[in-house]
């Protein structure tokens, strides 16, 4: 029996997993969410929340989500919009001299759409298309179990993908769906709608708009426009067999991801609309992506062994 650890670093949370791998699959043996810490020691303070959850069960090897640009070769984080303490540095590698153990970084889009595709929602497919709508928005183009990560690893930052009007973007750009659907942007969107003072959340505006309230309604509905207009473009860029919507926006269908079909359905012209089907594996696909990161960190192992792990518990 291994044991392995998924870590899913967010900007505002982070998740970690512990699996034992079983001949049956990965099995689920704890795992815990706490609130990212935020500053140069973060790393620090993250491996003691590690070992907390740990304890005894010492993991062979770890896989971390980076939100950001990561260079695989040398694991450092080029840029990170959402945790930007780590531009320039090996986390992974920090990490492992802490913890013991070896450990891999890997973006969070791709970590969270190899499980997807793996172990998830995409089961059996070849060709796929995940889109995680968080705090931060990653795509990922899996293609037979493996990631399309782009000559320099950057590709599917499809949040940053800007239609060239609207706000700025963190990013510099203006009209980035990110600035427009990001987790943190709807709260502040509804927040300057109404002449609140700031800190809405995207659960927030969720709750008013069911609640009735015009405000909240006008602007998931500018939202999922947006978010409707980013999925014909994955149509007409990649023509994928499927799209799969996951992340914590995506947990309330029927006010984003619902609207946003309809609405790119009405649109296409050209475009061959795949099945745009719910993530299967809600918030822990990053974690579990991580765990798969792990694996391979571990034992090294290639996408066709990977194509046979099940998940259970
Ligand atoms: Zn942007």
């Known amino acids: 029996m291994t044991a392995l650890l998924g ?8 998740k ?4 034992h791998e079983r001949p049956s699959g990965l099995e689920r043996v704890s795992a815990e969410i706490f609130r990212t810490p935020r500053s140069e020691t973060a790393l ?5 929340l590690v070992r907390g959850l740990v304890r005894s069960d010492r993991p062979s090897a770890f896989g971390m989500t980076v939100a950001g640009i990561l260079d695989d070769a040398s694991q450092t984080v080029v840029t990170s919009t959402n945790t930007p303490w780590l531009n320039g540095r090996a986390p992974a590698r920090e990490l492992a001299a802490q913890l013991g153990a070896p450990g ?7 970590a969270a759409a190899t499980a997807e595709a793996i172990m998830g929602a995409g089961r059996g497919r070849d060709d796929i298309f995940v889109l995680a709508l968080g705090t931060g928005i990653a795509g990922a183009h899996v293609i037979n179990g493996s990631v399309r990560r782009g000559a320099h ?4 930052e499809i949040g940053h993908v800007a239609f060239g009007t609207g706000r700025r973007c ?5 009209g980035c769906l990110e600035s427009e659907i990001g987790g943190t942007r709807l709260g502040a969107r509804w927040d300057e709608e109404r002449g609140a003072p700031p800190g809405s ?11 009735g309230d015009a405000a909240a309604v006008r602007v998931l509905d500018a939202a999922t426009s ?44 050209f475009h061959r609309l795949p099945p745009i089907m719910a993530a299967e594996l809600g918030v822990w696909a990053g974690a579990w992506g991580a765990v798969l990161a792990a694996r391979a960190a571990a034992g090294g192992t290639n996408a066709s062994v990977l194509g046979q792990i099940r998940r259970v518990g």
Not at 104 to 110: F, I, S
Request: with cysteine; proline share 3%.
């Open 7 to 14: 870590i899913d670093y967010g900007g505002t949370h982070t």
């Open 170 to 174: 963190s990013c510099g750009q203006y």
């Open 201 to 211: 959340t995207a659960r927030d505006v969720v709750d008013a708009a069911r609640a």
């Open 226 to 269: 947006a978010l409707a207009q980013s999925l014909l473009g994955v149509v007409a860029l990649i023509d994928p067999g499927a799209i799969v919507i996951g992340g914590g926006l995506a947990r309330s269908p029927k006010w984003i991801v619902e609207p946003a079909v309809a609405k790119a359905t009405e649109r296409a012209t």
């Open 44 to 48: 620090s303070e993250l491996a003691g």
């Open 16 to 19: 970690v997993l512990l699996a």
């Open 153 to 156: 690893g950057a590709a599917g």
């Open 104 to 110: 891999v970084a890997v973006h969070d889009g791709a």
